[in-house]
């Protein structure tokens, strides 16, 4: 069986939206858990604004760990009702979308998880998510989209690491209290 791997950037009110806010704070050990993360998984899992960020800036990104090439060779599933066709070697699920991942999760793949918080909704909803990875930044925005609504779901995750890195951010891993 596979699985649905989260990684997300937060602040520590929460906001997850438009991550610029991360650069003051990056830094190696950030970038070799992005690294790990995206090197062990089999696919991305995307929701359509993230997809089409990604998609307008990776393609001409470089960089000498190899990511960006990671980044742009690794196949992408993307959730959209709105998206007609995609590129990037990209596929649509453009409905039954829970459904849809639990298919791609029975192939055996890791899929990996950025950005797109209805989409992470979504699978916490259905308890696709395997994994949960939250780095959290030093910074309080005080407003912007929320990675958790107000009304969400109660849902209990145990906490399987946590460590912090030079520059401040919390990186914690759990999985879910099944």
């Known amino acids: 069986m596979g699985k649905i791997v989260v990684a997300m950037y937060l602040t520590l009110d929460g906001v997850m939206e438009e991550p610029s806010w991360t650069a003051p704070y990056w830094d190696n050990e950030i970038a070799k858990f992005q690294l790990d993360l995206l090197f062990g998984s089999d696919a991305l899992l995307l929701g359509r604004v993230t997809y089409e960020g990604f998609a307008a800036a990776w393609p001409a990104a470089e960089d000498e760990e190899g990511f960006a090439d990671r980044m742009n060779k690794i196949p992408k599933y993307v959730a959209s009702t709105t998206l007609k066709r995609t590129e990037w070697n990209a596929r649509l699920i453009t409905s039954n979308v829970a459904q849809e991942v639990a298919k791609l999760k029975k192939t055996g793949q890791c899929l990996l998880v950025y950005g797109s918080a209805e989409l992470i909704e979504t699978l916490l909803k259905h308890d696709l998510v395997d994994e949960l990875h939250l780095m959290t930044f030093p910074l309080v925005l005080g407003e912007g989209k929320r990675l958790f609504k ?29």
């Open 150 to 178: 107000e009304n969400a779901d109660q849902k209990m995750f145990n906490l399987r690491d946590i460590r912090s890195t030079d520059s401040g951010v919390l990186i914690a891993s759990y999985t879910p209290d099944k």
